[in-house]
């Protein structure tokens, strides 16, 4: 069973840094994209950055210029660098990630979504 840990969030104040990750362990073949979304409550879930297996990098206009979404392919990790931070950007914050496993010869891909992790910036 493939599990995804998130960690690094809290409570910051307008305009601090805050630093998300998200690492996957377990019987990984391959991790192709890797996302992180974001959700208020009573909104929908949004994507807020993304990221290739080759580091090609999108992002949602609300966060160009100050966050930053990269991996550790060898670490099999995910993390999001958020800088100038506004309290518009609280929200739990989700990781996804393309997993691909082998089991008897045979490779096969699903979804595999974090638990969420809570980020509260302060006025």
């Known amino acids: 069973q493939v599990q995804l840990a998130e960690s690094g969030g809290g409570l910051v104040q307008a305009g601090e840094s805050m630093r998300l990750s998200c690492k996957a362990s377990g019987p990984i073949f391959s991790i192709n994209g890797m996302e992180w979304y974001r959700q208020v409550p009573g909104n929908e879930r949004e994507l807020v950055a993304s990221?290739?297996?080759?580091?090609?990098?999108n992002y949602a206009d609300s966060v160009t210029g100050r966050f930053t979404i990269s991996r550790d392919n060898a670490e099999n990790t995910l993390y999001l660098q958020m800088d100038s931070l506004k309290p518009e950007d609280t929200a739990v914050y989700i990781c996804k990630l393309e997993i691909s496993r082998k089991e008897s010869g045979l490779v096969w891909g699903y979804n595999g979504w974090g638990q969420g992790i809570q980020v509260t910036v302060s006025s």
């Open positions: 990221i290739s297996h080759d580091g090609r990098t």
